[in-house]
């Protein structure tokens, strides 16, 4: 059964959610074509590019992402009552990075409006601070931007996307874990890189760069031109600046840990040295290394705990969701 978008992004329930988009017959429109004999791996620069405007745009930060040959993961924060702040000038200020405001808007903004004029000016202001925090309208601009600039590189017209993109709600701590380190690691899966710190056009990557300059190091040096502004670790789900309810050390130690087991190929015993967060959050470590090997993402629409999924589906008007055994395998009850 298929659902409108408004029922499957629910900000009520949470504010984190993971993204996916492919390429259209998932063909490699922005990778190396060996068909084609073409390489189009610098279209992967032209998404960190546009992220970095819409995140400092709307009012949606980007927790994890994985850019690769022909889809792209993201885990998103949806911070509404950041937008929900902003004045009505503010509102307008975040719109005009990207479009051009109606003279109606222009003339509210010179304080000359009519009342009548006012009144519609603000309900139209009022409509833009609604879309500023739409994971939709945050796709839409980042599709339709890569899209276009594929099809003119190419001369040709035509759908780039398969279709609209897939998002999983993630429901507690354990799942926004869950699919930050399933992002990370898309590219020791496809066998593209051996370690998190080889994974260029990653999170993962990304946020060993910086630790690289405040002095840890890091074996690969910085090609990938644009950054994303990543939302910081920290113990807080409320603020902006410390979203993420874990630390990044643990975040790392569990990531480096899981792609190596990915690596190896293991799926029997598993390591003593499970790393302490997967503890913490009461993560089994058998069936979390089965979930991040290739073809593992078992769940739906939603991931987190067996609880917060059925409160979910029964939302939706629905008695069970994909992935609740898997739930149960991996968080418990």
């Known amino acids: 059964m298929t659902y409108a978008r408004k029922s499957l992004v629910s900000l009520n329930d949470t504010a984190h959610y993971h993204v996916v988009a492919r390429c259209v017959r998932r063909a490699w429109l922005w990778g190396f074509d060996k068909y084609a004999g073409r390489d189009f791996s610098h279209r992967k620069q032209w998404v960190l590019e546009r992220l970095k405007l819409l995140t400092e745009m709307f009012a949606i930060d980007v927790c994890a992402y994985a850019i690769m040959s022909n889809h792209y993961h993201l885990v ?17 200020g975040q719109w005009q990075r990207l479009f051009v405001a109606p003279p109606l808007v222009e003339h509210w903004l010179s304080g000359q409006s009519s009342e009548v004029e006012r009144v519609a000016a603000e309900t139209i202001i009022e409509r833009w601070r609604e879309r500023l925090f739409d994971i939709s309208w945050f796709m839409r601009w980042l599709n339709e931007h890569i899209a276009r600039r594929a099809n003119i590189e190419d001369d040709c017209q035509g759908r780039f996307w398969e279709g609209r993109f897939r998002s999983q709600a993630l429901l507690d701590d354990a799942g926004l874990l869950t699919a930050m380190a399933y992002v990370d690691l898309n590219p020791i899966r496809a066998g593209i890189a051996a370690t998190p710190e080889e994974s260029d056009f990653t999170s993962i990557y990304e946020r060993m760069r910086d630790l690289e300059a ?58 003593p040295n499970i790393p302490p967060i997967l503890k913490r959050l009461s993560i089994d470590a058998a069936a979390w290394e089965r979930l991040m090997q290739p073809s ?34 991996l968080y418990g009850t």
């Open 214 to 271: 405040v002095g840890v190091s890091a074996r690969q040096p910085d090609n990938t031109g644009a950054r994303v502004p990543l939302v910081s670790f920290g113990s807080s789900r409320v603020s902006t600046r410390g979203v993420i309810p874990f630390s990044l050390p643990a975040y790392l130690e569990l990531v480096d840990w899981t792609g190596r087991r990915i690596v190896a190929g293991k799926r029997g015993a598993i390591d």
């Open 296 to 329: 593992g993402n078992v769940f739906g629409r939603a991931v987190g705990s067996v609880a917060e999924m059925r409160s979910h589906a029964q939302r939706l008007g629905e008695w069970w969701v994909r992935g609740l055994a898997w739930s149960r395998r």
């Open 76 to 92: 998103l924060h949806v911070d509404r009552a950041r937008a929900q702040a902003w004045s009505q000038q503010e509102v307008v």
